[in-house]
């Protein structure tokens, strides 16, 4: 109690002493509140205990994790602390700044943005709640935001209470008038070369690759691997065989999107397996694409089967032609091109949005034969009901790699299914875990299905 | 030649193998005839959509309620019809409202809002007293994270240039702690979801949702802990508009409710859809049954 | 050797180095992803000059060979250079050659909301009757899969209207309970079919998929698969 | 106002252009089309140039270049890269050199195979996995559809998609295991009344057994997907209801969005009703 009436006293000193040295100010301010009212008073609250700061791992540098147990006048929902307030200095005994702050009952923060390898200091406030109303203008408060630029981190309400408590708001954090922590530090950042939370998931992930890797070594010494057939790819031959019996053009789309998505690759390099046989069947092929990057590479693939096919001569750069990148301009072009060509057969391989039902249904009216593929997740169904022969998902990156028919290309296959296998696995096993905990409440064993759930959720 | 063949095939055929463009018009007319007879069924309020109308209904007139256009002009038809009708709610409430948008499409349409349905309907409303357009700022959700402690830290102008600080109705307007309601329209990034993340949690502030029917499920989970209430699509505009119309029917007699035309429309074209797939499974069956016979015969 | 062997080692070294990374927080390796999508976005600006010069030579060749309907290409030609204009010049702009390129009141967003907007959103409703074409096309019950397609969109289309109410106040009138209830719980295995058998499926879809990714980038980094660079001759 | 009006009658005379698609080609088509390739190029093209080329390279470039002639090395000179690749590209322009613009492209593809490999396992792989690491059979809790008797219904629904998967697996056509009908009979008799079993203790004291569906769709769609393993026996009439789950998930998901496609065209008609014809307040 004493202490709060000596803080009370210097308040209304330093009050005073601000009356007479800024006379500005002062009259804005004498004839207010400050002065009629009493001085509202910050309880003072429990500091945080266990208070701790380390460099947080597993990132990139420039961070520091701050850890504290709850005060004790935290402790309830409906306690008297607002929130934690964050110190920072580059010594341990002053110049401390507000760096952030956590709500309460947040026993963390993360500090940002740091320099890496320098010695850092931590303190925590405890913020009490502000039970009155806001008696600070906007006039008041800007030069003091001003001057202070880190009480941004604050409420307005918090801060034109710690004005009206001490016009030097600074000092108040400096002050032990308010529940402050012991200092933690000195503690640096530093980047990690590793990130081990990704343990789990470099090893699952090197283990399909490995897989692979050895499915496709295995297939290049020689070892017949078995593959069964996939509809949509046996169609691909005899939709290219109608087109050149009926004299009409094949239509290829590669999807809407850039060689930046590995759908419109998968597109390209089927594109370079039918191109071949397009070739050796003297067939017309007709590619409208909607970006440039996929202009130019579809025009080297084509170029290369023509050549391998033993055609150069019939090979033109005008087979492959740019539309728009907007897609439903494109959409538009190709419907156009549909209705006026009328191509015996159109193949849509690639990334595909809402235009796949516009174009396969035009594509439908024309009576083309029409093969897709694509692993957008919400266009399959509008292929699977307007297409001859849809390839889902894993089949269109399977298709080019089956229809090579080289053995190092069907051996990743191989090493794919290896994957589905691990998977199906895993999924097994932590189910059977998961039905035991759940049907018998036993910890033990719902202790494993977390660990195994863990290994998965990366 | 094409042409005998059709004439060649039988009724059934020719059924089965329909021209598309008899459906084309089907759809069309199941669109078009409701919209221009103005057709509309009373709906049934759903609790989510109940929440948000009693929460207006219930604010004390000279509340204040905040309006955040954030959509665009390709989501438009589905997200207007609940934009006008909450406005026109709060304006017969007589609440004051604060029009602003976190999407930079959602600037034109706040303009276009108030001279549509504010201007004309509520002549008494005047600007700067019972309403105000903020405008479009930028910065997505961080724009909300501050302008939930300070406001005027974001705005220092309205829409139009005028500075906030002469504006009456921006005077006891601290931070958005200072609005009762906020409503967002849209369910797109930065939408319903920033708004309770950033406005709704930290501040403490009531938040309701009008969305399209698609985004709609991903918001449920917010309900009601989180979220007020919700419309989702031109349902949910439908169910509003009814009630109010129910509550209200005097002062909502005259004024257009398209969100239940809208609906009208979108019923009627799904059980056309509905019919068509049924009538191609007759026919097929009838088709098959007849191919079946003929073999058989053979 | 500098038309095949180099380009298969940048695609190893650049593809490696990307998967490795994921795994290194430290510098400069922490946000190599985004470095490359910006990476990529530049290399597309200036791929786009291969893309929109091939669109002005086949319209302008069209033109001049009068082919048919080369009308229409003087008219997709005069759109082009005329957007092109008022984007790069910034005509109209409010603020001058400083401002958004998209700013309101500029030729580009005057051209844009008046002839882009309504193009764009007319596109996209045509959607609506090819979804009813397609789905009376499909939706025949003529084998066990297309049964369960059939079935399962029906009952879904079902559910989001509000006529299974309406049947069922209908058969609660005429006093048969049992197809009341019936049609009750419609909206109810509506949500059943999404959150269970639709999801499972899903499931096995999204995991194909992720390992079908997984092969298919492992043999463009090593090598295996090359259609995408052409050949070795000119 | 009169540019308004232009505007909307501009508008409305493409909207029309547009549909007039569905009856069947025409030159009015043709002219919306025209427009409409021509102006998206355009402006693709120059929001591409000032958001890409103009705010991503040079604004971070061209400070980094001149910081290097006071000596300093800014961190952003590594966009001289991506611009030296850009004109790599470029050389496609001029034939005899042509074939360098594939290293570009190769820088391309490889990174795409990086990115993809590493995010596609990690979001679509081990994430799906680990969210279908769940107990097949629980104690109902209260959420969404199944306290309204939703229980009941997904049981009996389990049961009698278990009971039509093992008659398909046991007698379907052409992937049936190799056993004598009567042992294949017994066998169904003996699933038949555990799932009659089932049924009814599930109506007295409801257990929750969606995850059992949910578990075989995963386990059976990934068995579709399996390349080096011909579909017959067992392992066919897995992959057979793995289609099953494939076909409800694509009816599902065309039925579910079939609501918004409609909204779309309504907003198109309406605005030709409200804001062109003015027929309809």
């Known amino acids: 109690m004493l202490r709060f009436k000596a803080a009370i006293f210097t308040l209304l000193l330093l009050l005073l002493f601000c009356l007479s040295a800024a006379a500005q100010t002062a009259e804005e301010l004498s004839d207010t509140a400050a002065l009629e009212e009493p001085v509202y008073e910050i309880p003072r609250l429990a500091q945080v205990t266990n208070f701790e700061a380390k460099d947080s791992p597993d990132d990139a540098g420039g961070e520091i994790e701050l850890t504290w147990d709850l005060s004790v006048d935290d402790k309830k929902e409906d306690g008297l602390v607002s929130k934690y307030v964050v110190l920072r200095s580059q010594n341990p005994t002053s110049d401390f700044h507000i760096v952030g702050v956590a ?356 | 030649m094409a042409n005998d063949e059709k004439n060649n095939r039988g009724l059934l055929d020719r059924l089965q193998f329909i021209d598309r463009r008899y459906i084309f018009i089907f759809i069309a007319l199941a669109v078009i005839i409701p919209l221009l007879l103005g057709l509309r069924f009373e709906e049934k309020p759903s609790p989510i959509v109940l929440a948000l109308y009693d929460k207006v209904d219930n604010m004390p007139p000279g509340s204040r309620l905040l309006m955040s256009f954030d959509y665009g002009p390709t989501t438009a038809p589905e997200i207007q019809p609940m934009v006008d009708v909450i406005l026109r709610h709060a304006c017969l409430r007589g609440l004051k409202v604060y029009l602003m948008a976190v999407w930079a499409t959602g600037q034109s349409l706040t303009v276009q809002t108030v001279e549509d349905v504010l201007i004309p309907e509520f002549p008494d409303y005047e600007y700067g007293i019972d309403y105000i357009n903020l405008g479009y700022k930028a910065g997505n959700q961080g724009l909300i994270r501050v302008i939930v402690d300070d406001m005027k830290r974001m705005y220092s102008t309205d829409a139009n240039g005028t500075d906030i600080e002469q504006v009456p109705m921006m005077k006891q307007v601290e931070s958005l702690k200072d609005m009762d309601l906020i409503v967002s329209f849209g369910g797109g990034f930065p939408g319903i979801k920033e708004w309770i993340l950033f406005a709704g949690d930290p501040g403490a502030i009531p938040i309701g949702g009008a969305c399209t029917a698609v985004s709609a499920p991903q918001l449920y989970p917010y309900y009601p802990n989180q979220m007020v209430g919700l419309l989702g699509g031109i349902k949910g505009a439908a169910e509003y508009e009814s009630h109010v119309l129910d509550r209200y029917p005097d002062s909502f007699k005259t004024k257009p409710t398209p969100g239940m035309n809208m609906m009208v429309a979108q019923m009627v074209a799904h059980i056309v859809i509905m019919l068509f797939i049924v009538f191609g499974n007759v026919m097929y069956f009838m088709y098959r049954g007849k191919e079946r016979k003929l073999a058989m015969e053979k | 050797m500098w038309r095949r062997t180099v380009p298969i080692m940048i695609t190893f070294i650049v593809g490696t180095v990307l998967v490795v990374a994921e795994f290194i927080p430290h510098k400069p390796f922490g946000n190599l992803g985004e470095d490359f999508s910006l990476y990529f976005d530049i290399i597309a600006v200036f791929a786009f000059i291969l893309g929109g010069g091939n669109l002005c030579r086949v319209h302008f060749s069209k033109v001049y060979r009068k082919k048919t309907d080369w009308q229409f290409s003087i008219v997709t030609l005069l759109g082009f250079f005329v957007m092109l204009a008022a984007g790069l010049f910034k005509i109209g702009n409010p603020e001058g050659i400083q401002g958004d390129v998209t700013a309101a009141g500029s030729l580009f967003a005057d051209l844009y909301d008046s002839m882009f907007t309504p193009l764009q959103g007319t596109m996209y409703a045509l959607l609506a009757f090819f979804v009813a074409s397609a789905s009376y096309r499909a939706f025949r019950a003529k084998n066990i899969d297309a049964s369960i397609l059939l079935i399962a969109a029906f009952v879904i289309l079902l559910g989001r209207t509000p006529a299974p109410s309406l049947i069922a106040d209908f058969f609660a009138g005429a006093g048969i309970t049992f197809m009341a209830t019936a049609f009750n719980f419609v909206p109810t295995l509506t949500d059943w079919i999404m959150d269970v058998p639709n999801l499972a499926g899903q499931r096995a879809i999204l995991i194909g998929i992720a390992l079908g990714v997984i092969s298919m980038a492992l043999r463009l980094i090593l090598g295996v698969e090359r259609t995408y660079l052409g050949s070795d001759s000119k | 106002m009169g540019s308004d009006l232009i505007g909307v009658w501009i508008a409305a005379f493409l909207t029309l252009g547009i549909m007039s698609f569905l009856y069947k080609d025409n030159p009015w088509y043709k002219f919306s089309e025209a427009i409409f390739v021509g102006l998206s190029a355009g402006y693709w093209f120059a929001s591409l140039f000032w958001q890409s080329l103009h705010a991503k390279f040079w604004a971070n470039w061209s400070p980094a270049v001149q910081s290097l002639f006071q000596g300093q090395f800014d961190y952003n000179l590594l966009y001289t890269g991506a611009g030296i690749l850009g004109l790599m590209m470029l050389l496609r322009l001029i034939p005899p050199i042509g074939w360098i613009s594939r290293w570009p492209l190769s820088v391309v593809v490889g990174g795409t195979a990086g990115l993809y490999l590493i995010n596609y396992l990690v979001s679509n792989a081990v994430r799906q996995i680990g969210s279908t690491i769940q107990p097949v059979v629980t104690f109902p809790e209260s959420i969404g559809w199944i306290n309204s008797g939703g229980v009941i219904i997904g049981n009996v629904l389990v049961f009698a998609v278990l009971i039509v998967s093992l008659g398909f697996i046991l007698f379907g056509r052409n992937t049936t295991i190799d056993l004598p009908t009567p042992t294949k009979l017994f066998f169904f008799l003996i699933a038949l009344v555990a799932c009659a079993l089932g049924t009814f203790y599930s109506l007295s004291m409801p257990l929750n057994l969606t995850g059992l569906i949910i578990f075989m769709g995963v386990f059976c769609g990934l068995i579709y997907f399996f390349f080096s393993k011909e579909h017959t026996g067992f392992f066919g009439g897995a992959a057979t209801v793995g289609t099953w789950f494939l076909m409800v998930t694509f009816g599902a998901s065309f039925g579910y969005t079939v609501m918004s496609r409609m909204s779309l065209l309504i907003g198109r008609i309406d605005f030709l009703l409200v804001e062109w014809l003015k027929v309809v307040n």
């Open chain 1, 103 to 458: 709500n309460h009952r947040d026993s963390s923060y993360i500090d940002k943005n740091l320099k890496e390898g320098t010695d850092y200091y931590y303190k925590i406030v405890t913020f009490p709640k502000y039970q009155g109303e806001v008696r600070l203008t906007r006039e008041e408060i800007d030069p003091l935001m001003e001057q202070y630029p880190e009480l941004t981190e604050l409420d307005i309400k918090d801060v034109s209470m710690l004005a009206e408590y001490d016009r030097d708001i600074m000092s108040v954090f400096d002050d032990n008038i308010l529940g402050i922590s012991r200092v933690a530090g000195p503690v640096k950042s530093r980047a990690q070369w590793f990130n081990s939370k990704d343990l789990d998931t470099l090893i699952i992930g090197l283990t399909i690759c490995i897989s692979v890797v050895i499915f496709i070594g295995m297939a290049r010494g020689g070892r017949k691997l078995f593959l069964r057939r996939i509809g949509g790819l046996q169609a691909i031959e005899n939709a290219i065989g109608r087109a050149t019996e009926m004299g009409k053009s094949i239509l290829f789309i590669p999807g809407i999107q850039d060689m930046d998505d590995v759908q419109t690759v998968a597109g390209i390099t089927i594109l370079g397996r039918i191109a071949k046989t397009i070739a050796e069947y003297d067939t017309k092929i007709n590619m409208p694409v909607s970006r440039s990057i996929v202009m130019t590479t579809a025009r080297e693939t084509i170029k290369e089967a023509y050549l391998s096919a033993g055609r150069p001569d019939a090979y033109s750069d005008d087979m492959v032609h740019y539309i728009t990148d907007e897609q439903f301009g494109y959409v538009a072009a190709v419907d156009g091109i549909m209705v006026r060509e009328k191509p015996a057969t159109c193949f849509y391989l690639g990334a595909f949005f809402a235009e796949s039902l516009i174009m396969a249904e035009t594509g439908n009216s024309i009576g083309a034969i029409q093969i897709a593929g694509t692993a957008m997740p919400a266009q399959l169904p509008f292929f699977v009901a307007a297409c001859d022969y849809t390839l889902i998902g894993e089949e269109l990156f399977a298709a080019s790699a089956y229809l090579s028919g080289e053995p190092k290309q069907l051996g990743s296959l191989k090493g794919q299914d290896v994957g589905k296998f691990i998977a199906m696995v895993f999924i097994i096993i932590g189910a059977v875990f998961a039905t035991l905990a759940a049907l018998t409440g036993s910890e033990d064993i719902l202790e494993i299905t977390n660990m195994i759930k863990s290994w998965f959720s990366a």
